[in-house]
């Protein structure tokens, strides 16, 4: 509905795409905050699992498996509140040990991802931070990205907190890895001066976001 806005906004998340050294293209989008960043972004990532048709038939539909998020014990609530919101429950997320310097332990989501799927789960998402709330960690991305990979799921990086730092370029290495993530949020509204609220969400399939949520009644269709 209001077109220039639309593009402006387009234009300028490019801008802080490339000053975070995130490659192109990548789809920016705003939201209010980290929190529904995530949930956006896990909501395409529930879309982008094959055969899952949930947008038609739901969850509940027979044959439907049950579905695990991962993401590490020291992430963000938000998360878990995203699955709670998706239908998938707290039992729906595996919270992932961390090493010395609270950072995810990549063997261990790696034989997570194993015994879920031996035991009938459908794995489908990874949720990796760089700057935990509590400690600033920043979770090993290269290492998961390889996981993700290997296993078909779909990476989220949660940058709310510390991915802002990357617009330096001694600091550019905190992103390493990401430009492997399928979807990326950071806050300008924390270090960059930018007044509250404002996230943002970078993605690399903006396609699977519009499958997931799009919906066009015929009054907007003009």
């Avoid at 705003?30 to 055969?51: I, K, N």
């Avoid at 989501?109 to 920043?138: I, M, N, Y």
């Avoid at 802002?164 to 890895?177: I, T, W």
């Amino acid at each position: 509905t209001s077109p220039a806005t639309t593009e402006l906004e387009q234009g300028v998340l490019d801008w802080l795409r490339g000053m975070l050294g995130l490659p192109a293209p990548r789809f920016g989008l705003l939201t209010d905050t980290a929190s529904t960043s995530t949930l956006v972004a896990l909501a395409a990532a529930r879309e982008s699992v094959p055969g899952l048709e949930v947008r038609e038939r739901g969850l509940a539909a027979a044959g439907t498996p049950r579905l695990r998020l991962y993401t590490s014990v020291e992430a963000h609530s938000s998360v878990e509140k995203a699955a709670i919101v998706l239908g998938l429950g707290h039992e729906g997320v595996r919270k992932i040990p961390v090493d010395c310097a609270y950072r995810m332990d990549a063997a261990a989501l790696a034989a997570a991802v194993q015994e879920d799927r031996a035991a009938g789960w459908r794995p489908f998402a990874v949720s990796a931070t760089v700057g935990t709330t509590s400690t600033t960690s920043v979770d090993p991305i290269p290492a998961i990205a390889e996981i993700c990979r290997g296993e078909g799921l779909w990476l989220h990086v949660d940058a709310a907190y510390a991915g802002s730092a990357a617009v330096l370029p001694e600091r550019r290495h905190c992103l390493d890895g990401c430009e492997h993530a399928d979807s990326l949020v950071t806050n300008p509204h924390k270090w960059l001066f930018v007044p509250i609220d404002a996230s943002a969400l970078f993605l690399r399939a903006p396609e699977v976001l519009r499958r997931a949520l799009q919906l066009v009644p015929d009054y907007l269709q003009s």
